[in-house]
């Protein structure tokens, strides 16, 4: 499966505690990950993450452009929604291609961890069809 990584700036360290806590699942799938959020996971956990460009610099365009194209399977986006992004529209549209191609994005914690359980137990087999 691919999975993509992206968090907001407060919510970087939780994404790297969420990565160290899921590790093992973790690593037996394909990561990808907006530049900061990819560099800072990888140096806690030692995952190999293919990393796009940081998030405000087109990371989450880019991103975008594998949810449009297939090629991811789960979004994990920890947002921060009381801080506004000048590059909001980006991040609004990386939630609106996930809910047009039918790809399942958590955003927040609670979320993220029931689609993590979810992927280590064959939930998204269904995935590997869909492509």
């Not at 499966?1 to 994404?15: G, R, V, W, Y």
């Not at 991103?63 to 979004?75: P, S």
């Not at 609670?110 to 939930?123: H, V």
Request: glycine share 6%; net charge negative.
């Amino acid at each position: 499966m691919n999975i993509a990584l992206i968090a907001h700036d407060s919510k970087k360290k939780l994404m790297q505690n969420f990565c160290i806590a899921y590790r093992g699942i973790l690593s037996r799938n394909e990561l990808y990950a907006t530049g900061t959020t990819g560099r800072l996971v990888e140096e806690v956990t030692n995952l190999n993450i293919h990393k796009f460009l940081a998030g405000h610099l087109g990371g989450e365009q880019q991103l975008g452009a594998q949810i449009e194209h297939n090629q991811m399977d789960l979004v994990i986006f920890l947002r921060d929604p009381l801080t506004p992004k000048i590059h909001e529209p980006d991040v609004n549209n990386v939630v609106r291609l996930c809910d047009m191609y039918n790809i399942p994005l958590a955003t927040n914690l609670a979320s993220a961890e029931l689609l993590i359980k979810a992927l280590e137990r064959g939930d998204f087999e269904w995935r590997e069809m869909y492509r």
